[in-house]
Every structure is written in structure tokens, then in C-alpha cells.
């Protein structure tokens, strides 16, 4: 009769890092703050030149 040694349990390597990934909504977030931002700023710069225009050509 041999004697064996216990079934040394399978090495399992670990899983595969996964890699993070950025949610689409987070884009559309991105974008639509952008937007916002540029549609403001588009927005009041007629009221920033007013009146430097006025004391320039004396309107």
C-alpha cells in the first residue's frame, strides 16, 4: 500500500484587472455643461461691448 499526498487544491490565477471605464452619461453630462456655459457666455457678451462701443463711437 503507497501513501499519497492530499490533492494539493488547483492554484486559480486571479481574474483579470478590469478596467474602469466612464459612463456614457457622464459624457452627455460634460457636454451639455459645456453648452451651457458657451450659450451664457454668447448670451451676455452683447451687453459687455455695449459700452465700450458707446464711449468709442460716441453713440
Not at 21 to 26: C, S
Not at 39 to 47: E, I
Request: proline share 10%; glycine share 4%.
Amino acid at each position: 500500500m503507497t501513501q499519497t499526498s492530499p490533492a494539493a487544491a488547483p492554484v486559480q490565477a486571479a481574474p483579470p484587472a478590469r478596467r474602469r471605464r466612464v459612463h456614457r452619461a457622464w459624457f452627455v453630462a460634460a457636454v451639455t455643461f459645456v453648452t451651457i456655459i458657451g450659450a451664457a457666455a454668447f448670451r451676455s457678451l452683447p451687453g459687455l461691448l455695449i459700452d465700450p462701443l458707446h464711449r468709442e463711437f460716441a453713440w
